[in-house]
T-cell receptor, first 113, second 115 residues
Framework: GAVVSQHPSRVICKSGTSVKIECRSL??????MFWYRQFPKQSLMLMAT?????????EQGVEKDKFLINHASLTLSTLTVTSAHPEDSSFYIC?????????FGQGTRLTVV | AQSVTQLDSQVPVFEEAPVELRCNYS??????LFWYVQYPNQGLQLLLK??????LVKGINGFEAEFNKSQTSFHLRKPSVHISDTAEYFC?????????????FGSGTRLSIRP
């Protein structure tokens, strides 16, 4: 299957700072990528759809000004958690996909202290 | 709209016993269905997928699932589990969005294996 690389795998940041997470599609061009969040012992919830060259589409309840998404090329989408707070601590995972199935990155565990 | 329901949040099983993890889906159109496994503190791993063709799908680690359109189910089975199968299992459905697959996950089932 296709390879999606996500970086960093773990990050600890201070409350009030911003953190950028990168998601790269290594072997195919992805005009659309997706960002998910998983709180401890819960399922993965779709946060937003990242569209190459246009604005991201956010799911209901997700603050677009807090979770900035940039999809500047066909192989790279970034998620920036701005002014992070402890409640933003979570596991974030991206996917790139074709019409039939999705390929997931390794995930990023964010801890805000 | 497509959705997935996993009725069992936890399934405890003795080692070497068979297991079935239940999944029901809701969709008004043809679906693609998946089972993913997540080991503690790790990312997702695809176990198996149903895109078309044979309704019995075989995956990795000895798991299989059967697509049942009339019952809108996609239950996951393994005839004999091992301690190493302890993990969280997610059933998922694919929603087509602008030629890309948006994956909608079920709530997950925690499989715990007892020696």
């Amino acid at each position: 299957g296709a390879v999606v690389s996500q970086h960093p795998s773990r990050v600890i940041c201070k409350s009030g700072t911003s953190v950028k997470i990168e998601c790269r599609s290594l072997d195919f061009q992805a005009t659309t990528m997706f960002w998910y969040r998983q709180f401890p012992k819960q399922s993965l919830m779709l946060m937003a759809t990242s569209n190459e060259g246009s604005k991201a589409t956010y799911e209901q309840g997700v603050e677009k000004d807090k979770f900035l998404i940039n999809h500047a090329s066909l192989t790279l989408s970034t998620l920036t958690v701005t002014s992070a707070h402890p409640e933003d601590s979570s596991f974030y995972i991206c996917s790139a996909s074709g019409p039939a199935e999705a390929f997931f990155g390794q995930g990023t565990r964010l801890t805000v202290v | 709209a497509q959705s997935v329901t996993q009725l069992d949040s936890q399934v405890p099983v003795f080692e070497e016993a068979p297991v079935e993890l239940r999944c029901n889906y809701s969709s008004s159109v043809s679906v693609y269905l998946f089972w993913y496994v997540q080991y503690p503190n790790q990312g997702l791993q695809l176990l198996l997928k149903y895109l078309s063709g044979s309704t019995l799908v075989k995956g990795i680690n000895g798991f299989e699932a059967e697509f049942n359109k009339s019952q809108t189910s996609f239950h996951l089975r393994k005839p004999s589990v091992h301690i190493s199968d302890t993990a969280e299992y997610f059933c998922a459905v694919s929603v087509l969005y602008s030629s890309a697959s948006k994956i909608i996950f079920g709530s997950g089932t925690r499989l715990s294996i007892r020696p």
